[in-house]
Nanobody, 121 residues
Framework: QVQLVESGGGLVQPGGSLRLSCAPS????????MGWYRRAPGKDRELVAA???????NYARSVKGRFTISRDNAKNTVYLQMNSLKPEDTAVYYC???????????????WGQGTQVTVSS
């Protein structure tokens, strides 16, 4: 069973930066879109940023200009560079990938276990 493994979360002061990384734990044949979601306490999960296999990106309005999503296709890894962090960015961040584990396999959604990002002074 393939899982996505996130790293890079933690506690940071307002205005600081963090970089999240996410990669699959097992063998993946192909990955289409990859993205980052977050869930803040008492709120629904929301899309933060996404990137397709061609490198086109999409951002939530609240993070545009502060966050940058990128991917390394050779490593099947997606990154989220978060700058100018605000207390309202505090949430559990989840990695998502639309992937197939073999040549004739269906594309499925895979999720990470989540990593906590806390922005506080």
């Amino acid at each position: 069973q393939v899982q996505l493994v996130e790293s890079g979360g933690g506690l940071v002061q307002p205005g600081g930066s963090l970089r999240l990384s996410c990669a699959p734990s097992g063998s993946i044949f192909s990955i289409n879109a990859m993205g980052w979601y977050r869930r803040a306490p008492g709120k629904d999960r929301e899309l933060v940023a996404a990137i397709n296999s061609g490198g086109s990106t999409n951002y939530a309005r609240s993070v545009k200009g502060r966050f940058t999503i990128s991917r390394d296709n050779a490593k099947n890894t997606v990154y989220l560079q978060m700058n100018s962090l605000k207390p309202e960015d505090t949430a559990v961040y989840y990695c998502n990938a639309e992937a197939a584990v073999c040549n004739r396999c269906y594309v499925q959604d895979y999720w990470g276990q989540g990593t906590q990002v806390t922005v506080s002074s």
